[in-house]
């Protein structure tokens, strides 16, 4: 039985007073990339594995790095003048026994998906290229079938009894989110995939949204690029960001009921355009990398709890800086469901403790500290059923259904 502690702070509070400031990384953000081309890689890796061998083999793919190419843009036209280069550094299990598992394809395809549905005017062909140099040396203490299987009973099941955990880790979540943090994670996936992309079609992918709350006046800022063969003229660009920004403001209005100050696209008071070939700043040369972005939430909250895991790539099966940050949200919204009060999570285990029973689990709910009993018990059958029930997020992310982050 795991430890487990509930405690009530009514302070912690979704809406609280005070301030609050919080992020996203757009789709596009080469960073974000990063993060959906390791997760897709894991994904078919994963997806190899059981096709090949009922099992799943041993892999971090959580390094993945993009450097941007060099574009030429102006008004009404551009071009990439020199190819992205998307490295996979990291280690796996490249063979088992005498059949191969094709990382470097695996990676490739994962690479060209994400680029080719985020990204416009983007031909992997010509705009690409792919480097692969993840390694299988043994680390100290591990048994040679970690990453050098001699055949598939090396390998680990989805759901074996035996799992434990492959590291030292801290997770956190909470939930609700509060009204801002709501705002921001949803404001490139209206303009991109929403009713947005109906009025918007000149938009790229690479939208960058903070927000600030000063007690009850909220703030946005959102950072749009433009495609630069849909932008005639910069008194073009002006009249679409001003559309833009209107469109929007109402939105925010209609979606919230809240009153926010809204700019589109600050640099334009310096008089410069914000345009892109593709829809990214990678464009230009910029680059991307695994876990510097959004947390599993599709946020970053720098005045909310937040594990800085790079989650996106690790192995789902025993890697718990995976597991736990979608346990944690998992039992966070259950939680907040069944008991109607805001909740935060923490959990932390050590390297070979078992997956079902991580080291601690802390449970704090914002309600009054004479609720405490009432929901004690509510709460530990929750956190019990959600623990029983770890392999089966295992399962979820190999379907590729379980990261925000993207």
Known sequence: MSNVSIVTDSSNQADWPGTETVERKGYGHPDTLCDQISELTSVLYCQFCIKHFGRVAHHWFDKVMLIGGEADIGFNEGRLLTPYEVILAGKAATWVGDIEIPVTAIFKQAAISVLSTTLRNFSPDKDLLVTNRVRS????????????????????????????????????????????????????????????????????????????RKGTLFSLVVNVPFIADCVASYADYMEKCDALEEHLGAWLLSRWDQPTELVINPERRWKRAYLTVTGTVADTGDVGVTGRGNRMNGLITPGREMSIEAVAGKNPLDHTGKLYNALASNIAKTVYEAAGYPCRVGISTVKGAPLKSPVDVNVVISAPTDKLKELESRVKTIVDAQLARVHEISTDFIRGGVIRVC
């Open 137 to 212: 040396g043994r680390g100290p203490g591990q048994a040679p079938s970690r990453y050098r299987p001699a055949n598939a009973n090396d390998l680990n099941g989805v759901s074996d009894a035996e799992l434990v955990s492959n590291d030292c880790n801290v997770c956190s979540a909470y939930f609700p989110l509060s009204i801002l943090e709501e705002m921001v994670l949803n404001v490139d996936e209206y303009l991109l995939h929403g009713e947005g992309a109906e009025h918007f079609d000149y938009l790229g992918s690479d939208i960058k949204t903070v927000g600030w």
